[in-house]
């Protein structure tokens, strides 16, 4: 990959993964493959960020408060937590978001850092200008994701073994991937970086 890359793993996070309370069907099975191109970006000193839902008990992001999601990823439970199985390298940036009762914040770049930045102004401190994007789902958080990095004029690829979908409407994430090619993104498997 190129010296001004960054990685970002959305949002896998125990209740986006089988058994969880909003388990995206064989959602673990990203864990792997993320784990190998963290491992890729973190020896090559290129910087890698982990989002991860971090919703209040009380949002209207919940179907009991208007809107259209189970409980899940409440801060501070284990559902909240990453899968154990991902090894996040020493340094990786954890970005929290949704943590605003009456937002989705489907997307990494509506997060903050631990010290109130955002993804954006982190990227451009850092020079990073192309982004690779793996984790869950396709269909929502990695979908608003990628296309928010294109809006922000950064180049965008995602890791299509690197991602899996919710797929509430079959077909759902096949079209998420090419809406995502429509705006620009690259589609690559992890061994291709
Ligand atoms: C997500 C549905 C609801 C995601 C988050 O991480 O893709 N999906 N909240």
Redesign the pocket.
């Known amino acids: 990959m190129e010296r001004d890359s960054a990685l970002l793993i959305v949002?896998v996070q125990n209740d986006?993964c089988p058994g969880g309370a909003?388990g995206v069907p064989e959602g673990d099975r990203v864990v792997e493959p993320l784990n190998r191109a963290a491992e890729r970006f973190a020896k090559a000193g290129l910087p890698v960020f982990a989002s991860r839902?971090w919703h209040p008990a009380v949002t209207r992001h919940f179907g009991q408060y208007g809107g259209t999601?189970p409980p899940?990823c409440v801060q501070g439970t284990p559902g909240a937590d990453f899968h154990p199985g991902l090894r996040l390298p020493a340094g990786t940036m954890v970005i929290s978001k949704g943590t605003a009762p009456d937002l989705d914040s489907?997307s990494a770049f509506e997060g903050f850092l631990e010290d109130g930045a955002t993804l954006a102004s982190c990227l451009a401190m850092l020079g990073v200008s192309r982004i690779y994007i793996g984790g869950?789902?396709t269909d929502?958080?990695?979908r608003s994701s990628a296309l928010d990095a294109v809006r922000a004029g950064l180049g965008v690829t995602v890791l299509t073994d690197g991602v899996a979908g919710?797929d509430q409407k079959p077909g759902d994430s096949a079209l998420a991937l090419e809406e995502m090619v429509r705006a620009g993104v690259r589609l690559v498997t992890v061994d291709g970086i």
């Open positions: 949002d986006f909003l839902d999601w899940h489907y869950l789902a929502y958080c990695v919710v």
